[in-house]
């Protein structure tokens, strides 16, 4: 079957650095995504990855272990704004369609 | 670029109405729309996959027949919940893919509140 686990819950100090690590288990993959989304809110997309390795942009960071089934979201210098749920997303396969993880909920402290 | 509407943004209705729900992708052209179901803090579960001109392809244990799907031109999705009931209450949220690319643009949602 598929599944995506991610931790539920992940608490941080403003300024500091987090991970949010997600492993999957899928019949296909050609990519791993992160989306985040605010309560009540839209998700709002943050990273692709197609390729092992790690992608930056700006305070965020991905990276992907095909190998391993493996990806984790890296966000830097946390802000308040940054409270907020985090999914990965795996796309199995060449149609659009993704599978989403649980999401994990980031808060964060001043 | 990239704008994906939702209307409405909430909707109140009876048990036993229908309810319509639009998704347009506002400065691009979307062959595929996706539609998603939302509980309180939950993940977003795919209910079905919106194709312009085709017929909507549903996940597992989605009713066709109760959540209508029509993807009438390239930049307009609608989604009818027919005879809502109070276990339909949830948050619908459509996304649209632009070009060839593989990213997923989302709505701002709707929040339907069956009584």
């Known amino acids: 079957g598929q599944s995506l686990e991610q931790p539920s819950e992940v608490t941080a100090v403003e300024g500091a650095i987090v991970q949010i690590n997600c492993t999957y288990q899928t019949s296909g993959f050609y990519g791993l995504s992160w989306y985040q989304q605010h309560d009540g809110g839209a998700p709002t997309f943050l990273s692709y990855n197609a390729l092992d390795g790690l992608e930056e942009t700006g305070r965020f960071s991905s990276f992907l272990s095909r190998s391993d089934s493996y990806g984790y979201l890296l966000l830097q210098e946390l802000q308040m704004k940054d409270s907020a749920s985090y999914f990965c997303?795996?796309?199995?396969?060449?149609?659009?369609?993704?599978?989403f993880g649980s999401g994990t909920r980031l808060l964060v402290r001043p | 670029g990239a704008v994906v509407s939702q209307h409405p943004s909430r909707v109140i209705c009876k048990s036993g109405t229908s309810v319509k729900i639009e998704c347009r992708s506002l400065?691009?052209?979307?062959?595929?729309m996706f539609w998603y179901r939302q509980f309180p803090k939950q993940s977003l579960m795919l209910m079905a996959t919106?194709?312009?001109?085709?017929?909507?392809?549903?996940e597992q244990g989605v009713e066709k027949d109760k959540f209508l799907i029509n993807h009438a031109s390239l930049t307009l999705s609608t989604l009818t919940v027919t005879s809502a009931h109070p276990e339909d209450s949830s948050f619908y949220i459509c996304?649209?893919?632009?070009?060839?690319?593989?990213?997923?643009?989302f709505g701002p949602g709707t929040r339907l509140t069956v009584l």
């Open positions: 996304s649209a893919v632009a070009g060839a690319g593989d990213t997923q643009y």
């Open positions: 919106s194709n312009e001109g085709s017929k909507a392809t549903y």
């Open positions: 400065d691009f052209q979307a062959t595929t």
């Open positions: 997303a795996v796309k199995e396969d060449s149609s659009y369609k993704l599978i």
